[in-house]
């Protein structure tokens, strides 16, 4: 199958809505560190470029993954996938006895209910057609 130019847009639109999710989350994970006393990270460029990144890529991935495919297991998988690889990347970075367990489940729990925030925004796009599945005319 041939990559259109109409589908690198829709692509494009998948990875920008999840982007889009994927920076607010993160701000306002980063915002809730110091109301809950976890050793803030300094939102810096590095930071928020990390968050748009990671929600770009998991929405131009989850737009093939999902080809059509009611499977709620296929779409909770893509999820845990993407959040796994970036709290584990995140974690061993992290992994200094100053780090407290509940600010590394933190990181955990950021990571998922930010790819699942995107999920759901991506699975309505799709649903109205405001972003076309892999394969649809």
């Known amino acids: ?22 920076g607010l989350t993160g701000g306002l994970s980063l915002t809730l560190q110091g109301v809950f006393r976890f050793p803030a990270e300094a939102p810096t460029l590095w930071s928020a470029a990390g968050f748009l ?3 770009f890529l998991f929405g131009v991935t989850y737009r093939y993954i999902v080809r059509g495919d009611g499977n709620p297991h296929l779409r909770d998988g893509a999820v845990l996938a993407f959040a796994l690889v970036r709290s584990a990347g995140y974690l061993q970075a992290l ?31 799709l649903n109205r057609r405001w972003v076309r599945g892999f394969g649809c005319d």
């Open 1 to 22: 199958m041939e990559i259109t130019a109409r589908e690198r847009l829709e692509s494009l639109k998948a990875g920008a809505l999840a982007a889009l999710v994927l």
């Open 53 to 55: 990144l990671s929600g």
């Open 95 to 125: 992994a200094a006895p100053s780090h407290s367990g509940p600010f590394l489940a933190w990181i955990c729990l950021e990571s998922v209910l930010g790819f699942g925030a995107a999920r759901s925004l991506l699975d309505l796009a």
